[in-house]
Nanobody
Framework: QVQLVESGGGLVQAGDSLRLSCAAS????????MGWFRQAPGKEREFVAA????????RYLDSMKGRFTISRDNAKNTVYLQMNSLKPEDTAVYYC????????????????????WGQGTQVTVSS
């Protein structure tokens, strides 16, 4: 069964840090790129970051570069999103997702390429 479970969200103040985790079943995780997306109230879901299975390739939304870091531990079937210097505009539900395409170097920021999704974790940043 395909399963992705996010954790680590919460309420923080502007300037604080959070680390989100996404635990996946081995079947979901194996040889797939992983991505983080977010959806703020009243807005469309948007790409945040992605990482290839090998970990050698990463991709970020431009506004996230330097603040957010995506990483993965394949032995634990877990992907992380380290978020630093959080801003109120980072408030959203954050989702992790796995691509349908398999390949150790494959990576994409295209939402439709992600076939498997978690239920999301709320991140709220107060000013």
């Amino acid at each position: 069964q395909v399963q992705l479970v996010e954790s680590g969200g919460g309420l923080v103040q502007a300037g604080d840090s959070l680390r989100l985790s996404c635990a996946a079943s081995r079947r979901t995780f194996s040889d797939r790129a992983m991505g983080w997306f977010r959806q703020a109230p009243g807005k469309e879901r948007e790409f945040v970051a992605a990482i290839s299975w090998s970990g050698m390739n990463t991709r970020y939304l431009d506004s996230m570069k330097g603040r957010f870091t995506i990483s993965r531990d394949n032995a634990k079937n877990t992907v992380y999103l380290q978020m630093n210097s959080l801003k109120p505009e980072d408030t959203a539900v954050y989702y992790c997702a796995a691509t349908g395409t398999r390949g150790i170097y494959y990576i994409t920021a295209v939402m439709s390429e992600y076939n498997y999704w978690g239920q999301g974790t709320q991140v709220t940043v107060s000013s």
